[in-house]
């Protein structure tokens, strides 16, 4: 029912920028929290940021200074500016969405690949 669509990643160079898209398709309902979590290879999918329906934000250490999260003005919409990426920040990002009562989802996912 409910698609989280994405898009924005791609291969950059070190200290080079991207901005990440992703839309909630399909809900009758605004999403409690919104934000994107990453997954390199070999390693766990991590944190990166989140933003409740309020506007807190929550940044994992390593992107703090760098990214920034945001909410669109369209329903459900969240974007995650990234700049001076480093080669580490490798990884596929996932787009998450969650409401208290009808649970969370997930994107399919966008490669962000950045070379040194």
């Known amino acids: 029912q409910v698609q989280l669509v994405e898009s924005g990643g791609g291969l950059v160079q070190a200290g080079g920028s991207l901005r990440l898209s992703c839309a909630a398709a399909g809900s009758t309902f605004s999403f409690d929290k919104m934000g994107w979590y990453r997954q390199a290879p070999g390693k766990e999918r991590e944190l990166v940021a989140t933003?409740?329906?309020?506007?807190?934000?929550n940044y994992a250490d390593s992107v703090k200074g760098r990214f920034t999260i945001s909410r669109g003005d369209a329903k459900n919409t969240v974007y995650l500016q990234m700049n001076s990426l480093k080669p580490e920040d490798t990884a596929v990002y996932y787009c998450?969405?969650?409401?208290?009562?009808?649970?969370?989802?997930w994107g399919q996912g966008t490669q962000v690949t950045v070379s040194s």
């Open positions: 998450r969405a969650f409401h208290t009562r009808y649970g969370g989802y």
């Open positions: 933003i409740t329906s309020g506007g807190i934000t």
